[in-house]
Each structure stands twice: as C-alpha cells, then as structure tokens.
C-alpha cells in the first residue's frame, strides 16, 4: 500500500525532533475519494487543509472571474481613481515612488507598463537603500514638484510617511499611497491611502502583498475609464489585464505573503501568463537563471526574485523595475546580466555575514522567543535575507541588525503566529526605535546601538505577555507515511492539484519508512545524494541540500546501509527532458514498526 490509513502515532527522530502527523477526518478523506476519483492520499491531503468538500472543484479549477474581489471595497479606492482618472483627462504628470525590493518594483513596473499601453510616459524613482533608506523622501517629492508633476504614487510605502505627506500636502502634490504595511491609528495626510491593512478597511484583503494592492487600483482605474468611454474617446484599445499577472505573482511569492484566497488565484494565473513569456525582460532573466520546464513558484522565489532584489541590495535599485518595464531585447538582456553578477556578489556578501551572526546565536539568545543578533558594518543589503536565514533555521522570528558610527539599522523576519510588524510599530511608540514598520512577516527599523539590548528585552516582554502561538522548533508537522514506491511521478503529478505552495500553503511532507539508505554522496560543497532502494529492488534518488555537517548530515552518514525512516517532500529533477523524482530530505529517524 502507497499510503497507510488511519493516524499515525508521534514519534521522536535520530536529530532530537518531533514528528508530529497532522489531524484528518478519514470519513471524510473516504468521501473525498469516492467523489472525486482522488487517491486515498489526495483526498487525505484535502483533510488536512480543511478544504470543504463543497470547494474542492473551484480550488483545482479556480477562475477569476469567479472570484475577483470589487477593488473598490478597499477603503479610499474609489478616491484615488478619481484622482488619477482627472490627471490622466487634464495631461497632469503622474510619477511613482517605489520600494527597492520585489514588491516594490512589480509594483512599480505593472503601473509603468499599464500607462504606456495608454500611451502616457511615467516618471518614477526607486530610492537607493543606502544612501536614501526606506520610504518616501521631501528631496524626491520636491525634484518630482520641479518636474511639474501634480500627483505621486506611492507603492510598497508611504502608509508610516507622516512628515514626507505634510510636505506634499504643502507643496499642493497629491499622494496616493498603494501600501499593505501596517499602519498605526492616526494615517499621515496623503491624498488617499488604499492599504487594506486600514483600521477602517472591511475588504477582508489584509494578506495582499502591495502588488496586489497596486493591480486592484489598476483594475479600478481601468474599469472607470471604459465606463466613461475614455478608450473610444481616444481610439485605443483596452489594455488586457490578465497579461500583467506574470509580474504579480513574482511580487506576491517574494514577498512572503499568504497563498490563500486571491493570492493563490493571482499565482496560479500568472505562472499560466508567464509561461508565454510575453514580458521582454521576466523572458531573460528566466533564460539567465537556467530555468527549464515548469516554471514553478520555487523558480520565482529562489531564482528570479533574488536576482531582482539583488540590485536593490547592493544599491543599484531601479535595475528591478528597468528590467520588468523593457520593451527591447538586448537592453533586457543586458539588464539580466548585470543582475545576475549582482546576485552572485550578494551570495558572496551573504555567507560572510551569515557566520558571523550564526555564531552569535548561544543558548542565551535561543531561550528567547526572538533571536537579535547584530554587528559592526554588516552590508546592510543582506540583513534581511540572514534574518529569514536564521528564522528558518531556529524557528523563530529574528532580527539582524548592522550598526555604523553608533547608529543601526535593522531587517527582521517572522514566523506564523508572532506578528512583528506591530512588535516594530509598539517599539517605536515605546520610543525605543528611531524609525521602523513592516507588516506581520516583515519589517525593518532605525536605532540608536546604545539601545538594541533594550528593543531585545522589550520583544521578549511583549511576547511573554501576549497571546501568540508559537510552534516548538524541535517539532516537524507530517502529512503522512508513504512507501518509497510513493515516490513517483504520478504521486508529484497529484500533489501539485494542491499548489501553488508557499506561505499559508505549505508543500506537504512525508515520512517513508524502513528505507535502505544503499549509497551516501557528497556532491558541491555541502550537499549529500543518497539513493534509497526499495522492497521491490529499485532506487529512488534522494537529496540532503546544505546538510554536511549538521546532525541531519552526519546521521545520513552514519546510517549509510542500514533501513532507516527519511522525511521529506516529492520532488521532479528536471535534466536532459527526463523527470525523475525525488525525495528531498529534510530529518531522519530509526524504523518505524
């Protein structure tokens, strides 16, 4: 039998973690099978993600028409629609500030891309992380003032810009902020704030990323220039919305943000668009980042999304935006490569600081609830990625912080259930942070390094006093036991009905027992490929990635030719136009009876 029925009982693996199997109805799952012709295991996967069964159809086959949220059930859009629509029909100059990272340039590029299909030039800026830092800024909106623009788009910032907006408000320019941060009660004075996490919002959409809160507006603008007849008016045809779902999904998979609801509807028809390649420079920079097959949301986190932040990185922060608005080839080509260097300098930058803020991590700093870790001129354009390093790592929200000439700037990142956008937004009101905001997963912050003990002992005080709900790190959540015979294309084929995967949607995991680990190898610098043979005689590739020399590592090793229980999620190899699963590794344990 592929998959065992009923539950499985915890149980304790060789690296001292938990395997905790997750709760199902197998009424249910039955049902399920019966009705759907699913494998007992898909059905059971259904189980487990409290998928109703009433839903499951429009869940394999969604649609957007369907299920498209009104745009102007977000507070504040119809206002900022009007305004656009007013500036597009008086020949007004619009200009667009963005955030440096990947939702901050998707979000930049969709509405760039939108008006030149308007035929209407936009002026836009992206600031750099170093010499500007985050969020909007009076030197930019006062250069944009003497560029004789009127109204100004913020996305991916703006919603925490209380000075900057009462300087644009005196200068008679008209902001529009595009945002999902988290704000705090009293909003500045923009002309209109669409960020569905307002206190005041009831659009239910809190989870978007700002791309997605930037495509609303888009949708909004467009509807209301076809109702007034502005395209006939102007001889032009309708932009086609959908052919911008390719830069919305990347910016909504890098950001981190839930692939339920919209979101995972947004992903799904923007991988389907972005499969056509109709974007000149998304086209090369999947031909520079070697993807080959189905592009997958892996493909845009890890491969595409970290070439574009890269820039941003190590301050060249409009290359992003430059790339996804392109229309010509060579220039998107250029633009690639230039990315790729920069992802490859990062990488480089990455490992050094990543060491040494791994080594800071005693068992001091691991008895709290979350890690603040932080040294002396660490390149602040990486701090962000070893703080999701570490989170991963230690299973808890983290915050790397670099300082210089007394002064600090800090990245952090989170976990399901401690919300740090408003942990950063409390400290700030505490007066303990200079500066700082983010959302639930998210955020960064100024502060003076006299004080980052302080910020460390206030988070530990407002998590211990709070009611959130932390998983323990030495616990692994499963999906369910499965033969090595499992692990087959048919299997990964079936499994993929649940995708895409990612935060809120996690890919499912298993545990295949009594595996004869027949073959150990190091191959790279720290990666271990195994083969597993199973009862029938076969071997079933398996991959331990970045495991040498860690206890997963060194238990592989130590087991080499004994039957041991591995697990894992089912993955394709993609090489040559052959697929072949995979099992990649993720703990090992001794047999299970």
């Known amino acids: 039998m592929m998959v065992e029925k009923g539950l499985q009982k915890d149980f304790l693996s060789l690296t001292n973690k938990l395997w905790k199997f997750k709760s199902f109805d197998e009424r249910e799952t039955e049902n399920i099978s019966q009705n759907f012709g699913f494998s007992y295991l898909l059905a059971k996967l259904f189980s487990i993600r409290n998928i109703n069964i009433s839903d499951i159809d429009q869940y394999i086959n969604p649609s957007l028409k369907d299920h498209m949220p009104d745009p102007y059930n977000l507070t504040d859009m119809e206002k900022a629609c009007s305004r656009i629509y007013d500036s597009i029909c008086n020949n007004e100059k619009v200009a667009i500030f963005g955030d440096y990272d990947v939702d901050g340039s998707t979000s930049t590029s969709i509405i760039i891309n939108y008006f030149k299909s308007l035929g209407i030039e936009l002026e ?348 323990d790190e030495k616990m692994i959540y499963v999906d369910s036991l499965i033969s090595s015979s499992g692990i087959n294309l048919e299997v990964y084929d079936e499994i993929e009905k649940l995708g895409p995967f990612g935060s809120d949607n996690f890919e499912p995991n298993f545990v295949v027992k009594n595996s004869l680990l027949a073959s150990v190898k190091q191959i790279g610098e720290n990666h271990l490929k195994c083969l597993i043979k199973t009862p029938e005689g076969g071997f079933i590739e398996a991959m331990a990635f970045r495991s040498l020399s860690t206890p997963l590592g060194d238990e592989i090793q130590k087991n080499k030719g004994n039957s041991v229980s591995l697990l894992g999620k089912i993955k394709i190899n993609e090489w040559g136009g052959r697929r072949t699963p995979q099992l990649h590794i993720e703990d090992i344990g001794e047999q299970i009876s």
């Open 124 to 471: 836009y800026h992206i600031p750099n992380r170093f010499t500007e830092g985050y969020g909007p800024s009076k030197e930019i909106f006062s250069k944009f003032k003497k560029n004789n623009v009127k109204v100004i788009i913020t996305v991916d910032c703006g919603t925490m810009s209380y000075d900057e907006m009462e300087f644009a408000k005196k200068e008679n320019l008209d902001v529009i902020v595009l945002d999902h941060h988290q704000p705090e009660i009293t909003l500045p004075e923009a002309y209109a704030i669409v960020n569905p996490n307002r206190l005041d919002d009831t659009s239910n959409l809190n989870y978007l990323a700002a791309v997605g809160v930037t495509y609303f507006f888009l949708i909004a603008l467009n509807r209301k220039l076809r109702s007034t007849e502005w395209f006939a008016n102007n001889n032009l045809a309708e932009p086609n919305m959908i052919s911008f779902l390719d830069i919305i999904a990347l910016g909504t998979i890098c950001d981190a943000v839930p692939l339920r609801g919209i979101n995972r509807l947004l992903v799904i028809k923007g991988i389907e668009v972005m499969k056509k390649q109709l974007n000149v420079g998304l086209r090369s920079l999947i031909n520079k980042s070697a993807i080959k097959g189905k592009i997958s949301t892996y493909d845009l986190g890890f491969k595409l999304g970290p070439r574009i932040n890269a820039a941003g990185r190590l301050g060249r922060s409009s290359f992003g935006t430059e790339l996804l608005t392109a229309t010509d080839t060579a220039d998107a080509d250029r633009i690639a490569d230039e990315l790729d260097k920069f992802n490859q300098e990062r990488r480089t930058i990455e490992s050094y600081v990543l060491d040494s803020a791994d080594k800071q991590v005693n068992e001091e700093k691991l008895n709290k609830k979350l890690l603040v870790v932080y040294g002396e001129d660490w390149h602040e354009g990486v701090i962000g990625i070893i703080a999701s390093r570490l989170k991963d790592k230690y299973h808890r929200p983290c915050v790397v912080i670099t300082i210089s000439n007394g002064k600090a700037k800090g990245s952090g990142r989170s976990i399901k259930g401690i919300d740090l956008g408003n942990l950063v937004i409390a400290a700030k009101q505490a007066g303990i942070i200079d500066s700082g905001g983010g959302h639930s997963m998210a955020a960064g912050l100024s502060i003076k390094e006299s004080k980052i003990e302080e910020l460390s002992d206030f988070f530990e005080n407002q998590l211990s006093n709070s009611q959130s709900k932390v998983t």
